[in-house]
T-cell receptor, first 116, second 113 residues
Framework: ETGVTQTPRHLVMGMTNKKSLKCEQHLGHNAMYWYKQSAKKPLELMFVYSLEERVENNSVPSRFSPECPNSSHLFLHLHTLQPEDSALYLC???????????????FGPGTRLLVL | TQLLEQSPQFLSIQEGENLTVYCNSSSVFSSLQWYRQEPGEGPVLLVTVVTGGEVKKLKRLTFQFGDARKDSSLHITAAQPGDTGLYLCAGAGVSTSYGKLTFGQGTILTVHP
């Protein structure tokens, strides 16, 4: 399989549940990202990892916990979420950290999350 | 905080018509990217513009980066139903060390046969 894959594609969870989103990239990239996409709002960058080290936590609530065990895998652990956290969560990767020169980011298909 | 204002938010046109989507900011960007996102999929990069005043063409799509690198436009000629989707612009800041992208809120384009 090529590109960026995400599982599950759809997830429904209660506010007391604990779940994890998984992202895998088969491109040999060094940087990986989590974004949140809500209706009528711009994509929000949540976390950035470079060579398995977190380089950015964009003021994300602690109920979202990322994990990057290796350069190919990225997880987003979810616990005690709120209904307003319902959104499409997108994973992306790039060869290296974007340096303002237009490095290409490759996005996965996203996980559609609904918090009840 | 850098913001990108995209307009219009919604565009519904007939096949064969031309259209333009705008992306504006008060901030300068070192580069600007345009993505298209289809339902159930992640955004796919269409083009990156880097130089002020740059014009890039991708078949029926023409992208322009403003001279001051604060704005960009996407023009589609003779739109087709296959062009339907969410179009996103995203800018990389000049002072960004790790290249954080600022996204516009998107333009939902529907092209009717």
């Amino acid at each position: 399989e090529t590109g960026v894959t995400q599982t599950p594609r759809h997830l429904v969870m209660g506010m007391t549940n604990k779940k994890s989103l998984k992202c895998e990239q088969h491109l040999g990239h060094n940087a990986m990202y989590w974004y949140k996409q809500s209706a009528k709002k711009p994509l929000e960058l949540m976390f950035v990892y470079s060579l398995e080290e977190r380089v950015e936590n964009n003021s994300v609530p602690s109920r979202f916990s990322p994990e990057c065990p290796n350069s190919s895998h990225l997880f987003l652990h979810l616990h005690t979420l709120q209904p307003e956290d319902s959104a499409l969560y997108l994973c992306a990767s790039s060869q290296d950290l974007l340096a303002g020169g237009g490095e290409t980011q490759y996005f996965g298909p996203g996980t559609r999350l609904l918090v009840l | 905080t850098q913001l990108l204002e995209q307009s219009p938010q919604f565009l519904s046109i007939q096949e064969g018509e031309n259209l333009t989507v705008y992306c504006n900011s008060s901030s300068v960007f070192s580069s600007l990217q345009w993505y298209r996102q289809e339902p159930g999929e992640g955004p796919v990069l269409l083009v990156t513009v880097v130089t002020g005043g740059e014009v890039k063409k991708l078949k029926r799509l023409t992208f322009q980066f403003g001279d001051a690198r604060k704005d960009s436009s996407l023009h589609i000629t003779a739109a087709q139903p296959g062009d339907t989707g969410l179009y996103l612009c995203a800018g990389a800041g000049v002072s960004t060390s790790y290249g954080k992208l600022t996204f516009g809120q998107g333009t939902i384009l529907t092209v009717h046969p």
